[in-house]
């Protein structure tokens, strides 16, 4: 079974603070997301990478910043955090482009920001 | 106008009862949909998979895909109270390889 794992489950930072949301993955995807999720906004992809090093913003990556030195680990870097970064932020890998591929979601992080 | 549309709901149907999710997409030239199903507190699932119009059957679900009218939709045959999460449509968006566009989700709530 392909597991994701989130490196916490529950977070909490102040105003400014730099943020790391780190996830690895143990079935060598290529493909690694990061979401976040919002009431009545669903999930919204913050950036995604096909590749080591390699990485492309999503919809919605002001506010962001993505490391991905290993092929099983996807770091999320928050500069900045503001309260509006307050949310659930969940980690998915799939493998390489297929259509038929799911993604496999971590089990998330919630992050709060005060 | 939003990628992938849902009615937030909640949609409530008695046990036994058949569900009906709707999801309308606005890119015309998509090609692969997908249902994802949310329990509350835990990350979504994939459920079912569509690339052909038409209907395609897995177990006591069957997603509906219309191309032409761009919508795509998931029958749950003889709900369950444990059928009870959020379902969420997601589309792959055109313009890249593999980049899974979700909508906001339908609640549905099965009551026993």
């Known amino acids: 079974d392909v597991k994701v794992t989130q490196s916490s489950r529950y977070l909490v930072k102040r105003t400014g603070e730099k943020v790391f949301l780190e996830c690895v993955q143990d079935m060598d995807h290529e493909n690694m997301f990061w979401y976040r999720q919002d009431p009545g906004l669903g999930l919204r992809l913050i950036y995604f990478s096909y590749d080591v090093k390699m990485k492309e913003k999503g919809d919605i990556p002001e506010g962001y910043s993505v490391s991905r030195e290993k092929k099983e680990r996807f770091s999320l870097i928050l500069e900045s955090a503001s309260t509006n970064q307050t949310s659930m932020y969940l980690c998915?890998?799939?493998?390489?482009?297929?259509?038929?591929?799911?993604?496999?979601f971590g089990n998330g992080t919630r992050l709060t920001v005060t | 106008q939003k990628e992938v549309e849902q009615n937030s709901g909640p949609l409530s149907v008695p046990e036994g009862a058949i569900a009906s999710l709707n999801c309308t997409y606005s890119d015309r030239v998509s090609q692969s949909f997908f249902w994802y199903r949310q329990y509350s507190g835990k990350s979504p699932e994939l459920i079912m998979s569509?690339?052909?119009?038409g209907d395609k059957e897995d177990g006591r679900f069957t997603a509906q895909l219309n191309k032409a009218s761009q919508y795509v939709s998931l029958l749950i045959r003889d709900s369950q109270p444990s059928d009870s999460a959020t379902y969420l449509c997601?589309?792959?968006?055109?313009?890249?390889?593999?980049?899974?566009?979700f909508g906001s989700g339908t609640r549905l709530l099965v009551r026993p």
């Open positions: 569509i690339y052909s119009n």
């Open positions: 998915a890998s799939s493998p390489v482009d297929r259509d038929d591929s799911p993604l496999h």
């Open positions: 997601a589309v792959i968006r055109v313009d890249s390889s593999y980049k899974l566009i």
